[in-house]
Each structure stands twice: as structure tokens, then as C-alpha cells.
């Protein structure tokens, strides 16, 4: 055994062999720590009011209790708030996934004075701290009577992401061109061309975008804070706020943790679905210089 | 990057040229318009508005330099500065180095490899108003979980989000829980490497810390310069956890830049100064990208240049 465990450090594939098992055991820690929080906040949601606030806390609560989360989404009003994130991330999502494409079509396949000049401003705005256009942007939503309505979220979707533009610019410039010169033989107008041939080829970095696209807007909480003041019309960002000093919830911990614990359902589930858009698209497109 | 074969002197066009053309600025326009009206448009008026009272009510009425003369006397704003200033200069090279570490470490086959590297990434896909208030009660003094961890091992933990010494700590512990994202790009440029540079560095007796420092560091060096620009940019714009978790609290000692401007612009409806709060972030975060840019040709290293030295 111990000749075992001398030759492990001494022999070169008993080093790496060594150096595996150390890397594992450092992830898994690194793991743990990551999912902490995740395991604290289902065990607080499932908890009586009365065992909350408890010291030292249980882990595992005694007698989970589930119908704490009937109660968060009826006192929250959940359906309402998840009805309205609903209609914003489809809007921008449809907005978000004409622009990219169309414009990124334009930007790469045709040729016009101006246009790489064009895409570089495009590309520096990126950099721009959106603080710079927030207290404008704001005031021109307010005077055409916006403020309080879903459209300053969704209309800009419509007008193109300087990321997402990118992306699929990069896409379209590896497609071969053989296609639509073929269909520009046969007559086809450029836009169908677009619509035809180079939409149905895009899946891919579209279903990247939409994933992305979905995440940053369930997520967002800025611009749902400051452009929607009636509360039928939070997104379910905002309404958490809100629901955690109301009068109606107080300091009930476990349905503040349930609504949370909902609130994450959806991106995790999109998260699973399409973990190779995230995590292996990023690794295998990576950034190429 | 961009194809120099797009770039044609308007002057000679010829009538097909001229139909490719109208039919591209077709399909930029919605771009082109987005540029106009929710970017460069907007970036003048602010610049406008920060020379201006305005809060809604009446017309902005130019006031010169006021605004910018009042934040230099201002003891909020100088503090919003510090409280960013501290939160960048910790929170991005601490959480670089981490999920360089991670990126490292999750850039090899094994069995689980792309669970793990999913757990790492999970908290990115979540960030948001339900992890920061996640955090709230994670921090809570008496019954949060990380004080109950330090009980554990016999450390009595500071009251973490109500104490001014520990608020922006525990803000940059949630910083570094997020670090998935730097570390998935830093992960791309790890695969980026030629096995066989590292291979050939084995057998000429370069140790591993060696083939860290002179290959690895310098041949993903231009993924490390887009995460700082992406991290300070981001470090210097932090509002929701901030807002969320503290709300800029206690006795303002996460006070960021961001929450400061949003008070000033939506509470207080002063829109001139949180234009020049704005403009004073804008010049800071441009000085900075500038100054990152400058130093590149110092550590970054591109592939063409290897290729023709």
C-alpha cells in the first residue's frame, strides 16, 4: 500500500494521475460553493414562517412545506408579473432576431459607401456607458407618452444590438456565397435572398442569440424600474422588489425565498435546454483574435 | 476584421454599384436609425442637459458649468467615486484571476467536465433582483448562511449588509460567485492554444509553471484585454446588486456611481445633473478603455505579429 501510494509521487504518470484527483477535489469544492446559495434558498422556501428565523438553521427542513409556494403566487400576484416579463421577452425577442439578422445581411453580403465606418461606430457604442443616453432616452419615451407602457423595452429591440449585429455578421461572412448566386440567376430580389436562403441557414447563431436575448431580458431590472410605475404592469424582476418589505409579505423569509426560487426556474430550464449554445458555442466559437 | 473589398469610392459607382448600395442601407437602416435615435442623439442631448436645470417641469434652462461646479463640492459624489473606484480595483482583477484559475482548471477532458463548467456558468444565466435579495438573506448577520458557516469553524461573522466596514466586502463576494462568464471566455482562449506548443515546451524541460508564464499567459493575452475592458466597463456601471442588496447603504458605503445617478435622475428628477454624472462616468470609463488600449502593444499579443517576428 504505501509502496503504492511512494510510487504515485514518484512516477510521471502517478504525478499527473495525482494532479487530476487535486483538480477534481478543487472543482468540487469550487462546485459546492457555487451551489450554497441555491440549496439555502430552496431549504428557506420550503420552511415553516416559525423556523426561519432559527439559529443554528436546519438544512433540511423537518416538514417541507410546498404550499408556501401557492401562497407567494397568490399574494405576489405571479401570473400577472410573469405575464407581463412573458410579452416583453417575446416582443424583444422577435425584435432582437429581425435586426441582427437583417442588418448583419446588409454588413456583410452588400456593398455600400460607408458601411464598414458605419459597423465600426456600431461596434464602439458597446463601450458606451448606457448612463450617457439614459436620462435622454428617458425624456423622449416620457414626451411621446410611453413612460408606463412595455414599448421602451421593446421598440429598441427592433433597432438592432451592437453584439448581436456582430455576431451574426461573423456568421454570415463563413457561409458560402454559391447559394444566393444561384438564386440571384433565377431573379430572386435581394431580401428574398435574405428571407429564403440566408434565414433558414442562421439557425445556430440565432438560437445563441435568443438564449442570450431571453436571459438579459428576464433578468433586466433596470429599465422595467424606472419606465413602469403601475404595479399590474412590473415585470417579475421589479415585483420581487417590492414584495420584500410589503406590508403583505413583511418579513416572511420562506415566500420571499419561493418567489425567488421561481423567478429562477425559467432561465435555469433555457439554461439546460440549450447549455451547448452557452457553454460549448462560447468555448467553440471563442473569440478568434 | 471588416472586409476592405466593402470600402468603394461613392464617386464611381456604377448603376448596379448604386442598386447594391440602396439595397444595403436598406437593411442597416434599422441599425442606422437605432444608431441615431437611441445612441448618438441622445448622446448630444445629454451633453446639453448637463449644462441645464431641468427636472420635467419646466423647460431646461442653461446654467453653464453649475452642475459640474456643484458635484466638485459635492461629499456624495466624491464618495460614489470611491465606492466604485475600490469595488473595480479589487472586484476585476481578483474575479480575472479566479476565473483565469477555474478557466485553467476546467480546460482539460474529463469525466463530468461539462457539468462542471455548466455549475460554474449557472450563476451568470440567473444574475438578476432574485440573486441579489438571494443574497440579502445569504448575508443576514444572525441567520445567513455564511455566518452560520463561520460559526461552524468558531469565527463569530460581522453583520455583514448593516455594517459600513463589511457592505461593499460582502458586494464583491457576490461579484466573485458570477465569475462564470470571464471565466467561459478566458475557457475559449485556453482552446485556442496548439496542443504542440505546449507538448514542444514539455520536451525542451520547460516546467509547467514555465509553460504558464511564457506560453499560455501571452498567447491568451488578447482574451485577458477583452475581459478587463469588459470588467472595468462593467465594475464602474454596477446598479442592481447595489440598489437591491444595500440600496447604497450603510451611511452610503455602497453608494456606486450608478445608484448616485439613478437617485439624483429618477428620486430628486434632477435630469441636468445626472446628465453631467453621466458625462463624468462616460469621460472616466473613455479614459480608462483608452489608457487599457494604450498599454496593449506592452502585453497583448496577436498572432500576426508572432508570425512575422
Known sequence: MMTAIARLFRTRTGQERLGSIATMVVLLIGAVFILIPFFWMISTSLKKAGDVYIAPPQWIPADPQWENYVTAVTRLNYGVHATNTAIIVVFVMIGTLFSSSFAAYGFSRLRAPGRDAIFMVLLGTMMLPGAVTLVPTYLMFNSIGWVNTFLPMIVPAFFGNAFFVFLTRQFYITIPKELEESAMMDGATVYQIWWYIMLPLSGPILATIAVFTFVGTYNDFFTPLIYISDESKRTIAVALTYFQGSPRIGPQMHLLMAAVTMSIVPPILLFIAAQRYFVRGIVMTGIKG | ?309
Request: no cysteine; net charge positive; proline share 3%.
Open chain 2, 1 to 309: 476584421m471588416v472586409q476592405k473589398s466593402g470600402t468603394i469610392d461613392a464617386r464611381r459607382l456604377g448603376k448596379r454599384e448604386r442598386r447594391e448600395a440602396m439595397h444595403a442601407y436598406v437593411f442597416m437602416s434599422p441599425v442606422i436609425i437605432g444608431l441615431l435615435v437611441f445612441t448618438l442623439g441622445p448622446i448630444i442631448v445629454s451633453l446639453f442637459l448637463s449644462f441645464s436645470n431641468y427636472n420635467l417641469l419646466n423647460d431646461p434652462k442653461w446654467i453653464g458649468v453649475d452642475n459640474y461646479v456643484k458635484m466638485y463640492g459635492e461629499r456624495l459624489f466624491w464618495q460614489s467615486l470611491r465606492v466604485s473606484a475600490i469595488y473595480s480595483i479589487v472586484s476585476v482583477p481578483l474575479g480575472m484571476t479566479i476565473a483565469l484559475f477555474l478557466a485553467l482548471l476546467l480546460n482539460r477532458t474529463m469525466r463530468g467536465i461539462y457539468t462542471l463548467r455548466a455549475i460554474y456558468y449557472l450563476p451568470t444565466v440567473i444574475s438578476g433582483v432574485g440573486v441579489a435579495m438571494l443574497w440579502r438573506w445569504i448575508f443576514n448577520g444572525q441567520y445567513g448562511v455564511i455566518n452560520t458557516l463561520l460559526r461552524n469553524v468558531g469565527v463569530k461573522g460581522p453583520n455583514w449588509l448593516l455594517d459600513e466596514n463589511y457592505a461593499l466586502i460582502a458586494l464583491i463576494i457576490t461579484s466573485v460567485w458570477g465569475v462564470g462568464g470571464t471565466m467561459l471566455i478566458f475557457l475559449a482562449g485556453l482552446q485556442g492554444i496548439p496542443v504542440e506548443i505546449n507538448e514542444a515546451a514539455e520536451i525542451d524541460g520547460a516546467g509547467k509553471w514555465g509553460q504558464f508564464r511564457y506560453i499560455t499567459l501571452p498567447m491568451i493575452s488578447h482574451v485577458t484585454f477583452f475581459n478587463l475592458v469588459l470588467g472595468i466597463i462593467g465594475a464602474l456601471q454596477v446598479f442592481t446588486d447595489a440598489y437591491v442588496i444595500t440600496n447604497g447603504g450603510p451611511n452610503n458605503a455602497t453608494l456606486f456611481i450608478a445608484v448616485y445617478l439613478y437617485r439624483h435622475a429618477f428620486q430628486f428628477l434632477n435630469f441636468g445633473y445626472a446628465a453631467a454624472l453621466a458625462w463624468v462616468l462616460f469621460i472616466i470609463v473613455m479614459v480608462l478603455t483608452l489608457l487599457v488600449f494604450r498599454s496593449s502593444p506592452l502585453w497583448v499579443f496577436y498572432e500576426q505579429e508572432r508570425q512575422e517576428k
